[in-house]
């Protein structure tokens, strides 16, 4: 039995290696909202009293100009106090000047109005080169067509898409492979605003012996909808036919859309709060078959159901197979699920070591990427409480680096201050604003300002980032399942819409190369089902692959001054 002495010994040792671990990777995280002149701020009532003014925060990244640069879009709420007395708030978009500042161009943009926003979807639905924006709300939701201009028109009740239920997630997926983006909606709870659950009444309104706001259990939940974009400008609702309807009303969250068992077809993963998560399995037919339970992804490895909100999906183990990870409420732990094989996953969250260090937090927006480039996908989560009259309703953030032999380490707290203060995350997307070469993160906060966090030292590392562009497929190549094969380094990927907690990261994918300077191989597989191969490519470059073209472009990263 090992000693008092020996245990001490072993986890100085431990600290000392995780310390020179990190410290060799020289990657800090930079908050740079303010120099940046983001000023937004997102609106919700501070006591929380209802649970609809508790999940609100998404974020999109995303080039709505076409410019090269990615602009952010951020999705406000409201307040039930607000609602009754006619109150209104905005939502924003800033515009990426490409010197480390931003412009909001709300009101030019004509994408400020939502009401009572909740998140945002971004795809380029008529295929016309600039992408749309789709944004979910306690009430009807917005589609945004880009007008090419910089500024978009609200064709929301002409193209069908204005669930007027609680809508949280969205995804844009080309489901048919008809070479059109069509989108899936999650909803969470039937609300009704003029019927509000009393505060801390009930057994469901009471969180370890304190009064808290009602639900989601005990409140009625809401199906979820699938629409079919129908290449005219409109949309048709045909979640029931294609059995993704949702008959018995979970609470739907988070939403991601991508080929979980590399059959040529997006599926569609669905985290549902306090009730069993789905995974529907695309027949080809137009169908899908829910197979949650079946392929282990349903609840964890106890067989319990979780309070689940965010969902990422990454090679963390480059074995070829896209691996699920999904954040749950606190005390249920954050779940890995390794991809075993077809539909078959395995919950491995306490074996990665990513599972003790979440059971105190309440996790949100979460992303499989690479900060350090280093050519393994590392994991990054967004936390704070749903509860304010807790003593922990702030907290902060986890980055667990991956260690490479199928465990992580966290490292939140050495990659800088920005990381360990203590705040009220929710929606989190990620993409490289600077075109620097490493990833960045915007982080949307309940009731506060954001954050942007520039990556400061992940481009000592080589990498490459990918833009896809279909010509038979859908324009975004959103589906498209991206190999790249650097000397005995092979990584894999999918553009997809949505992810995250009800936010977007940027649909260019990013592979860190570490010190290769060769890319020996890059594999395309479209959504049509045709592959291209390019050879040939350099690394530390932003390329565009078009669909029967292969390699139409490569520019060189650069960086933009730093204020």
């Known amino acids: 039995m090992p000693t008092k002495t020996t245990r001490l010994l072993s986890l100085l040792v431990a600290q000392l290696l995780l310390t020179v671990s990190v410290a060799a990777v020289e990657v800090r995280f930079t908050d740079i909202t303010e120099k940046a002149g983001i000023t937004f701020r997102h609106v919700a009532s501070p006591e929380k009293k209802y649970i609809v003014e508790s999940m609100s925060g998404g974020v999109a990244l995303f080039d709505y100009d076409n410019d090269g640069l990615l602009d952010i879009y951020f999705v406000n709420s409201l307040t039930v106090d607000m609602v009754k007395s006619g109150g209104k708030t905005k939502s924003a978009l800033y515009h990426n000047n490409g010197d480390g500042t931003f412009t909001d161009v709300t009101d030019k943009a004509g994408v400020g109005d939502v009401g009572w926003g909740m998140g945002a979807a971004v795809g380029d639905y008529n295929n016309d080169g600039f992408d749309d924006l789709y944004v979910t709300c306690l009430g009807q939701n917005h589609l945004f067509r880009n007008n090419g201009d910089g500024?978009?028109?609200?064709?929301?009740?002409?193209?069908?898409?204005?669930?007027?239920?609680?809508?949280?997630?969205?995804?844009?997926?080309?489901?048919?492979?008809?070479?059109?983006?069509?989108?899936?909606?999650?909803?969470?709870?039937?609300?009704?605003?003029?019927?509000?659950?009393?505060?801390?009444?009930?057994?469901?309104?009471?969180?370890?012996?304190?009064?808290?706001?009602?639900?989601?259990?005990?409140?009625?939940?809401?199906?979820?909808?699938?629409?079919?974009?129908?290449?005219?400008?409109?949309?048709?609702?045909?979640?029931?036919?294609?059995?993704?309807?949702?008959?018995?009303?979970?609470?739907?969250?988070?939403?991601?859309?991508?080929?979980?068992?590399?059959?040529?077809?997006?599926?569609?993963?669905?985290?549902?709060?306090?009730t069993p998560n789905f995974l529907y399995h695309n027949n080809g037919d137009g169908t899908f078959k829910e197979i949650g339970f079946t392929s282990g992804t349903a609840v964890n490895d106890n067989g319990s159901e979780q309070g689940s909100m965010g969902i990422a999906l990454g090679d963390y183990d480059h074995d070829g197979r896209l691996d699920l990870f999904v954040t749950n409420f606190a005390d249920e732990y954050n779940t890995l699920y390794h991809a075993d094989n077809k539909n078959s996953f395995t919950d491995v969250s306490y074996?990665?070591?990513?599972?003790?260090?979440?059971?105190?937090?309440?996790?949100?927006?979460?992303?499989f990427f690479d900060y350090d480039n280093d050519g393994w996908v590392d994991l990054f989560v967004a936390n704070g409480h749903v509860y304010p009259q807790l003593e922990n309703y702030r907290q902060r953030k986890l980055v667990h680096h991956n260690n490479r032999d199928g465990t992580f380490t966290e490292v939140g707290e050495q990659l800088g201050p920005a990381l360990a203060e203590k705040r009220v995350g929710r929606g989190v997307a990620f993409g490289d604003i600077d075109n620097d070469g490493d990833v960045d993160i915007v982080v949307g906060d309940l009731d506060g300002p954001p954050q942007l966090l520039r990556n400061d030292g992940g481009n000592a590392n080589n990498s490459v980032l990918i833009k896809t562009v279909g010509t038979k497929s859908n324009r975004d190549g959103i589906g498209a399942r991206v190999k790249v094969v650097s000397g005995d380094l092979v990584q894999v990927d999918e553009v997809r819409s949505g992810g995250s907690y009800i936010s977007q990261s940027d649909l260019r994918l990013h592979f860190g190369l570490e010190k290769r300077t060769k890319i020996d191989l890059i594999e395309v597989r479209w959504p049509s089902g045709a592959v291209d191969k390019i050879t040939g490519a350099g690394v530390?470059?932003?390329?565009?692959?078009?669909?029967?073209q292969g390699l139409v472009e490569q520019k060189n990263f650069k960086p933009v001054a730093r204020r």
């Open 351 to 367: 074996k990665a070591k990513v599972a003790e260090v979440s059971l105190p937090l309440v996790g949100w927006g979460t992303k």
């Open 540 to 548: 530390n470059k932003i390329l565009t692959v078009k669909e029967g």
């Open 151 to 274: 500024t978009f028109t609200d064709v929301t009740a002409k193209a069908g898409v204005g669930d007027p239920r609680w809508s949280t997630g969205a995804a844009f997926v080309d489901y048919d492979n008809d070479g059109r983006a069509d989108l899936f909606v999650s909803n969470y709870v039937d609300f009704d605003i003029n019927h509000l659950p009393e505060f801390g009444k009930g057994r469901t309104c009471q969180y370890k012996g304190v009064p808290v706001q009602c639900g989601p259990r005990g409140l009625p939940g809401a199906g979820d909808t699938l629409y079919h974009n129908n290449g005219d400008g409109t949309f048709t609702d045909v979640s029931k036919k294609a059995g993704v309807s949702d008959p018995d009303g979970y609470y739907g969250l988070g939403v991601i859309c991508s080929d979980f068992d590399d059959d040529g077809l997006p599926d569609i993963y669905v985290a549902n709060d306090s």
